[in-house]
């Protein structure tokens, strides 16, 4: 079990380029869950997964954003248009239906520049 | 919607010393986990400690430990005989405990940036 796992680290990108994230849950985890979180303030919701389907979407997902997780395993997110609000750290997090506990990876820090 | 609230965004304690952070929450469920998690600078998000809202104990974890008020909606996170390496923000954290639930999220509060002083 080598825990969640996120890619890239860090990505700077100019206004207006798309970008995508990366997450690998643990395995065996059929909740996958992604959050947004800018310095100083706590992680806020954006979508979760459980296996391939999207359960839920915050209203802080706007059309620009998108998140797949096509085979239940590994999820993306996708960013069209970054503007930069969208600079923050996205953080992906994984856990069992039955588990009462949510595992986070180390997050993307993205930077629009 | 539940609602975490953490009105204490930094404290300060002396190397050895014991601290307390202070949590709040609104819900109108009877089942749900509580969390404190902590996020060191180097940003990773690490659960420190749980509690299910049906125990009336309260959860321990070596040097942490809760004070969980199910009654008054509190819970408040000791840290005992405080490390440099305790240094870090912490998060406090609800998810609900209802089957089958589609709402599934931990709900975060703002944070305590927690500075120990050597």
């Known amino acids: 079990d080598t825990g969640v796992s996120q890619d890239p680290r860090h990505k700077i990108t100019k206004r207006g380029q798309n970008v995508t994230f990366r997450c690998d849950p643990i395995s065996e985890h059929n909740r996958l869950y992604w959050y947004r979180q800018t310095l100083g303030q706590g992680p806020e919701f954006l979508t979760y997964f459980q296996n391939e389907a999207q359960l839920e979407k915050s209203r802080l997902l706007s059309d620009r954003f998108s998140a797949e997780r096509p085979k239940g395993s590994f999820s993306t997110l996708e960013i069209q248009r970054t503007e930069q609000g969208d600079s923050a750290m996205y953080l992906c997090a994984s856990s069992l239906i039955s588990g009462n506990t949510i595992y986070f990876g180390e997050g993307s820090w993205l930077t629009v520049v | 919607a539940q609602t975490v609230t953490q009105s204490q965004p930094e404290m300060s304690v002396q190397e050895a010393e014991t601290v307390t952070l202070s949590c709040t929450y609104d819900t109108s469920e009877s089942d749900y986990y509580l969390f404190w998690y902590k996020q060191p600078p ?31 909606k509190s819970f408040s996170l ?21 089957i089958p639930n589609r709402d599934d999220k931990i709900i975060f509060g703002k944070g305590t940036r927690l500075h120990i002083l050597p």
């Open chain 2, 42 to 72: 180097s940003r990773q998000m690490i659960l420190v400690i749980r509690q299910e809202a049906y125990k009336q104990q309260n959860a321990t974890e070596n040097r942490f430990s809760v004070n969980f008020q199910k009654a008054a």
């Open chain 2, 78 to 98: 000791k840290i005992s005989d405080s490390q440099l390496g305790d240094a870090a923000m912490y998060f406090c954290a609800y998810r609900s405990a209802k």
